[in-house]
């Protein structure tokens, strides 16, 4: 059973400052993209970052670029997304994702062949 499993979501006041883990259970893993996507009330799943297996290649959304980083440490199977610079409008589920795929990371969702079940993050105004 593949499981990945999201954690260091919570509350924080706009400005601050969160750092996101997933740990994966299987290190072939290490090989593949791996991604965070954010889903708001009322909204679509959307793309927030993803990178390539050798955490050489990343890509991210506009509204994050600057603020947000994407990492990965294959030795312990898990990636990590920085937050920085946090407003409101970051509110969402957020969600690890892998995608069986050892090119160039994607943004779409259809992509991605494994899901976390997500950590709540609420940026207060």
């Known amino acids: 059973q593949v499981q990945l499993v999201e954690s260091g979501g919570g509350l924080v006041q706009t400005g601050g400052s969160l750092n996101l883990s997933c740990a994966a259970s299987?290190?072939?893993?290490?090989?593949?993209?791996m991604a965070w996507f954010r889903q708001a009330p009322g909204k679509e799943r959307e793309f927030v970052a993803a990178v390539s297996g050798s955490g050489i290649s990343t890509s991210y959304a506009d509204s994050v670029k600057g603020r947000f980083t994407i990492s990965r440490d294959n030795a312990k199977n898990a990636v990590y997304l920085q937050m920085n610079s946090l407003k409101p409008e970051d509110t969402a589920v957020y969600y690890c994702?892998?995608?069986?795929?050892?090119?160039?990371?994607?943004?779409?969702?259809?992509?991605?062949?494994?899901w976390g079940q997500g950590t709540q993050v609420t940026v207060s105004s």
């Open positions: 299987r290190r072939t893993f290490s090989i593949y993209v």
């Open positions: 994702a892998v995608h069986k795929w050892a090119g160039v990371p994607r943004t779409q969702s259809r992509s991605y062949d494994y």
